[in-house]
């Protein structure tokens, strides 16, 4: 019984590794759209507006792009620590994590959402997201400098929680495109939300029944 329950929790894991490297790859290459640098290549062809009257808009777009597809990695690797003894990655990759996060992805975000697609829903949303991005990071930050381990374990699964809206947007974008084939900007209004309520949701159930 011991046997099977700890073989299903291996397998648990390897297919949470392979879900998540196949959904990192994806969003490699969205990332690598933009290299070279080019303002007239895939997302930002519909951004035109701000691409030309705010000059500053690139740099936060290109920012954004750039560090959060490290962040992806470098929290996924900071999650691995207890279970495949990889301390030193956790401490490492958490650094990295924190330092790219709080410097450059969440301001950068919270600037794009500023003038995200989808009118003040959309907006409000991205700028709520960004927020608590840098907060949870910034609060996981400061417990571990206490050394409050266990707190700052929960701290940054929120953080994590919300980093990866990344890849829960684009699915549920797929979802709900695919079901009910609904308008461009009504998608974007409904996936603003829904791409990380559900995430700190979970989250929390999680933390309070002591998963986490």
Known sequence: MFLAKRNLVSFAKTLLIA???????????????????????????????????????LWFFYTHV??????????????????FQLKNFHINAGKIYIFLILLFAAPSGIYMGIFANGGFLS????????????????????LARQKKFKEHKQWMWRSFALTISALTLRIWKVIIVY??????????????????????????????????
């Open 123 to 142: 907006k409000i949303s991205f700028v709520i997201l960004g927020s608590l991005w840098w907060f949870s990071t910034f609060k996981a930050y400061q």
């Open 19 to 57: 879900g998540f490297g196949y959904f990192f790859w994806l969003m490699l290459k969205i990332t690598l759209e933009y290299v070279p640098l080019d303002p007239n290549v895939s997302f930002l062809m519909i951004k035109q507006t701000e691409v030309h009257d705010r000059p500053e808009y």
């Open 179 to 212: 079901l009910f084939h609904p308008n461009p900007m009504d998608v974007y209004q409904i996936i603003a939300w829904l791409g990380w309520v559900p995430n700190i949701l979970l989250i929390e159930y999680l933390i309070t029944k002591k998963h986490i």
């Open 66 to 83: 750039y560090t959060s597809i490290f962040v992806l990695l470098a929290g996924f690797l900071a999650i691995l620590r207890k279970d």
